[in-house]
Structures are given as C-alpha cells and as structure tokens.
C-alpha cells in the first residue's frame, strides 16, 4: 500500500531512487525483492519508466522529479555533473536524507576542487543529511551476493550525521545487505570516492559477511 497524506490525499514515500540507470535500476531491483515501496524518477518522465515498474511490480512506483523529492531518503543515482540539477528541483531539503550513489570517475580532479565528490554534493543539497552508501560496486554486481549461504553483501555507508548513517544502514539490511558504516566522510568515508583521479580502496570492493 502507498503511503498517502490524511488530509491532502497526497502519495508520499518513504524512500525514492533520483535516475533509472544502470545503478538506479540495480538499487530499484532491490527494493523489488524484498518488496519495499520505493518511487523511481529520471530526467524524461513517470511515463518512461513503465517497462521498469511493469517488470519490477507495484513496489517500484514512477513519479516525477519533484515527487520523488518529497520522500524521506533519497537515493542519488545520477551523474555527479546532474546533482545540482536534481538539487534545484526542491526547495525543502531540510532533514531529508540523500544518499550520494555518485562517482566521479570521468570528472577532471580539478573540478572538485580539492573537496571530496560528496562534500560538493552535500552543498547543493542545503539542510539534507547526506550519506555516501552503495557507490562502491558496479551496478552489474550489486544484489548478485552472497555467493554463499548464510553471508550477505557489504555496502558500506558514511555520513558526518551518525543518525542518517545508522538510518541508510538499516534499509541496506532490510535490502539485504551487510553494511559497515565507516564515520565520517573525511575520515572513514575517504576511500569511498575518487581522489585526485584514482579510485579510493573500496571501490570495487565485492566483500560478503557472515550474518
Ligand atoms: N553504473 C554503475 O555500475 C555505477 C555503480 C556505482 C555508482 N554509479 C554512479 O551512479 C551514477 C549513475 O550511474 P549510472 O551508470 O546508473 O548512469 P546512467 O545509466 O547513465 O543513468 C543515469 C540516470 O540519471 C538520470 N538523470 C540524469 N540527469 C538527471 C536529472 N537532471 N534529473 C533527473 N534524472 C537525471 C537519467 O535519466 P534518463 O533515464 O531520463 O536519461 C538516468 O536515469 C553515476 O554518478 C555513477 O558514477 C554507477
């Protein structure tokens, strides 16, 4: 059942994926599986996301741009160079949290301007608690663990907002997934993003955990 405002009749959501990729896509499928409501919005439309929502089920609901934004965690699986765009498109971050899915492989280490690719995002996003989770594996990769029973993937999750980290934590294991929150995003976070051009350690970085 969509969740919808007593008063206004308006749906709302609790989570809603901002690009319908590859990643997008990936994180919508997992949200699908364990049959978790999750809106889905891109830059062409809800109209353009039938095929998806028709093979992942009455989960996974298109909406607008700005719907999508209404929810209270937003999953950020854009191009970097969209963020601001997608920022734009709303004007009550207050509280909400992002969740930064973005890497900046193809961007020149000169534009981040010696600040990691989240801090940017984070500004864009004024009064957003902003946590960096589920950027670290390919979207092919995500969800096809674990390999072996008992074990569940690793994603790892980092935020300055303890609160918003343990929040995105306990939505990767009601996915399914293992995380390992790693504190702050200049600190534990660090090895999460692309750094001066080269891909941070835990990129890549395919690991299960027992339980
Ligand atoms: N692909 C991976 O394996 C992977 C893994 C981890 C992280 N990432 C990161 O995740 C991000 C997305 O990667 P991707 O490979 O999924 O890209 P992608 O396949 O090119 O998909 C990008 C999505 O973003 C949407 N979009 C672009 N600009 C937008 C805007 N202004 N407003 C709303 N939606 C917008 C696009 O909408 P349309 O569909 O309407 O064009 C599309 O659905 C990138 O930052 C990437 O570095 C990717």
Not at 49 to 61: C, H, K, Y
Not at 176 to 203: M, T, Y
Request: charged share 20%; glycine share 10%; hydrophobic share 45%.
């Amino acid at each position: 059942m969509l969740s919808t405002h007593s008063e206004t009749g308006e749906i709302f959501m609790k989570y809603a994926i901002i690009g319908s990729g590859e990643i997008g896509t990936a994180l919508a499928r997992a949200f699908a599986r364990k049959k978790i409501e999750v809106a889905v919005a891109n830059s062409r439309g809800p109209t353009t996301l039938a095929s998806l929502t028709e093979e992942l089920g009455p989960n996974v609901v298109p909406q607008s741009v700005q719907d999508a934004c209404k929810a209270e965690m937003i999953f950020l699986a854009v191009p970097f160079s969209a963020h601001q765009d997608v920022a734009k498109q709303f004007e009550q971050w207050n509280g909400k949290i992002v969740v930064d899915v973005t890497n900046t492989f193809h961007v020149a280490p000169e534009e981040l301007g010696g600040l990691l690719s989240s801090e940017i995002v984070s500004q864009a996003f004024v009064g957003a608690r902003l946590v960096k989770a589920f950027n670290h594996l390919p979207a092919a990769e995500l969800g096809t663990n674990p390999s072996v029973k008992g074990q569940r993937q690793v994603v790892f999750v980092s935020s300055d907002d303890a609160d918003a980290s343990a929040a995105v934590s306990t939505v990767a294991a009601e996915l399914g997934f293992a995380p390992v929150e790693l504190g702050r995003l200049d600190e534990g976070g660090v090895p999460l993003h692309v750094v001066g051009g080269q891909p941070g350690g835990l990129l890549f970085q395919n690991l299960e955990k027992l339980g």
